[in-house]
């Protein structure tokens, strides 16, 4: 398509139908493919809030996870207690009570070509975050800084698709706020990727890192896992191979050193 891949303002100025305007829900034989992720990484605590939809088909969850390995976590196709808006995630399931406010801003825009379709995506990153997760048993968790990450994705997506993500916060060696995201399989061309370091609340894209086929490194950084969301579902037309750990990283991103990394790994698999 014209114009793709874009980043940044130029995304706007294609003039594509995209969130928050309401996209078609098919485009030629593919379905609308979209989601919403709000992601919290501390060295205390890690969570995830999520909601998907393959056309009419939703689904929600969340996870919480800590140090020690445990993780707490619901996926269901019901509203499963989860409220996820911009600005506020709230969450009452078995085993944690989430209540969270986020300052969000702007994010970075991407939008790239699929075929004769498009994809399209915003991250944020070091995302102030402030409130309460409270897990049965009665341990309580305050929140108060910039540890958020958001993806809001969208489009029509291949029927198969395949992707290695990291996301993540923390600080640099010299003690600034410094978050990333990269990724392999979607938006990862050689320009106008989502490929993003965030350092002390200015963005530039980053060059292209590879994944260790096992996740445990992307580029210049080492990751070690706390716990995983994992899924591996086959229904004959969805199946889905899905992997994500939750961890702390360390080593450099994009030529900084990192003092103090958190955040996810993913591989994900999927027909849809």
Not at 113 to 134: D, M, N, S
Request: glycine content about 14%; proline content about 6%; hydrophobic content about 35%.
């Amino acid at each position: 398509m014209d114009g793709l891949p874009a980043r940044g303002s130029a995304v706007r100025r294609l003039g594509l139908a995209l969130p928050p305007d309401q996209m078609p829900a098919l485009r030629g034989r593919r379905p609308l493919k979209r989601w919403r992720y709000v992601g919290v990484y501390t060295p205390e605590l890690m969570l995830c809030v999520g909601e998907a939809r393959v056309g009419p088909i939703p689904m929600r969850w969340w996870a919480v996870a800590l140090p020690g390995g445990e993780l707490r976590e619901r996926t269901t196709t019901g509203r499963g207690g989860v409220s996820l808006h911009a600005g506020r995630v709230r969450v009452s399931g078995p085993g944690a009570r989430i209540d969270l406010e986020l300052h969000e801003g702007e994010g970075v825009e991407t939008a790239s070509p699929a075929g004769e379709h498009y994809i399209w995506t915003r991250k944020q990153a070091c995302v102030p975050v402030r409130g309460t997760v409270a897990l049965d048993g009665g341990t309580e968790h305050r929140l108060d800084g910039p540890h958020g990450f958001v993806d809001e994705s969208a489009g029509y997506h291949p029927r198969r698709t395949a992707w290695r993500w990291s996301a993540g916060v923390g600080t640099s060696h010299d003690g600034l706020t410094v978050g990333w995201n990269l990724v392999d399989g979607v938006h990862d061309s050689a320009r106008a990727s989502e490929r993003t370091l965030w350092l002390d609340g200015e963005t530039r894209e980053l060059d292209h890192a590879p994944f260790a086929p096992d996740l445990s490194a992307v580029g210049g950084m080492r990751f070690k896992a706390w716990s995983a969301r994992e899924d591996h579902t086959n229904l004959m037309l969805f199946r889905s191979d899905y992997l994500q750990p939750f961890g702390t990283f360390e080593g450099e991103v994009g030529g900084v050193r990192l003092r103090e990394g958190c955040g996810v790994m993913e591989s994900h698999d999927v027909r849809w």
